[in-house]
């Protein structure tokens, strides 16, 4: 009850300030500068690791605690790689062979999962499906040729829920051999954290609690009410308002934002004053996006999305960024013209619409030729939202261990496979596909009408239902689980087994495999 009250007291305080802030000035000398940024700045150059040796780009990550200023009022112990918020920018180009080594400088086992890259599956790092875990002072190495161009991004996939919420995820980017010459080419990764400290939460069990008076979201199922509580600081880029670093920018500039949500809540995003175009959704390109405007865009947990925008309207702008179930999480990147950097910010006035990614760019035929494996993937609830199933089975880490628990889907290399998603909870499920993409064909019995969606982590929403078809090329064992990570953690994790396949590793009995 004394942590109950203390939470409240917490979220009471924050709105008064978020308040008494709504109609103060912006302080742009903060947004633009941050006055604690620089000595971060220098030690993220200090720490760069990647090098070119025998025709391989060789990246080298070590897992560790850093102390770390989200801004100049909340400071924590964290872990990170490479000591920086997020993790280093790993950036590479199409055809590279890339060479990554982590060692585990923690004092817990850890892995790295390249999100959304098809990988070989030996190098998926999920432990106890691909790999065992990275044990303290240890050192795994994960390869592959990066041949697939897209944003994508890396973060533990060992005990997700708390090691990703500790910090330990950062971008990667495959830029694309014909890729436009972008004046400023920039990712901006969303993510939130608990002024309380996350160091002293057990996400993991946070589904079986006790919720009964946690506030007054009675209307919420519980483990959203405990994620509204816990949560009340937005990062972007490593920082908190008010010295989230600015973009800034010249007047003609054309310019590429990649949004990637590396966090738990599906946040919304609005880009004020100019026309801009979506031009990838989890890195892979939409046909002939349209320029669009007073269109906000929902981006869900592990998605990406790149917009390209013109800068033809000078000023001081900013994109406001809001977790839709979360009042307490917002923020704003200052876009800043050169020369506006002492103006007060411009933000939209209100949303008009959504993107709806199913009517969004140009239709274009794709021959997946014919399905050959159909399954069903019912997203279940059996006690409200303390647990979650995959058509009313739960993974366990036993069920890892034994195959028996959760739900698995069993296929042939050359199959094409078809997966009916239906969610019958009342929460979001962003389920993303380990080492494949997939097609969105429908939405709701609605066949797509814009670009065709290849994508490797899509949201659905409650009640909604979609068709999604892949290629089975890419032979291994596959997680496929809701990136709510809570909400994996708590069961909603399946599996796409390749029949005949032999893992390349043995699971250890004396290593803690958390693969969630």
Known sequence: MKRILTLVLLLTVFIIVLVGCSTSPVDHSKMVHGEDDSTDNKQQEETQQIETSEGKVVINLEAKVTHWMFNNDLMEDIWTYNGSLPGQEIRVQEGDHVVINLTNSLDVPTSLHLHGVPVPNEMDGVPGVTQNAIMPGETFTYEFVADTPGTYWYHSHQDGANQIGMGLYGALVVEHKDQPDYDLDQVIMIDEWSSMGMADMDHSGMDHGDHGNMGDNSDQPPHAEMMNMMYDTLIVNGKASPVIEAIGVSEDDTIKLRFVNTGLFTQVITIPG???????????????????????????????YDVEIEMNQPGAWGIQIYAEENENLRGIVPLVYAGFEDEELQTADSIQSFLDISAYGSPMNVNFGEITKEFDMILGSDDGGETFTINGKQMTTKGFESHEDHEIY?????????????????????????????????????????????????????????????????PGHWMFHCHELHHASGGMVSEVRYSGYTPAFTPDPNIPNKPE
Do not use: C, W
């Not at 996006?289 to 592990?302: C, F, G, H, K, W």
């Not at 494949?436 to 939405?443: E, G, I, L, N, Q």
């Not at 019995?445 to 009640?463: A, D, F, H, M, Y």
């Open 410 to 474: 069993e296929v042939e290399e050359g199959d094409v496979v078809k997966v009916n998603i239906v969610n019958d909870t009342d929460v979001d499920h962003p389920m993303h596909l380990h080492g494949h993409f997939f097609y969105v064909v429908s939405r709701n019995g609605q066949p797509v009408k814009g670009s065709p969606i290849l994508k490797e982590t899509l949201n659905v929403r409650p009640n909604e239902a979609y068709e999604i078809v892949f290629v089975a090329d890419n």
């Open 274 to 304: 100019h026309e801009f175009k979506v031009t990838h959704y989890d890195g892979q390109q939409v046909n002939e996006p349209e320029l669009i405007s007073d269109t906000a865009i929902r981006i869900a947990p592990a998605e990406r």
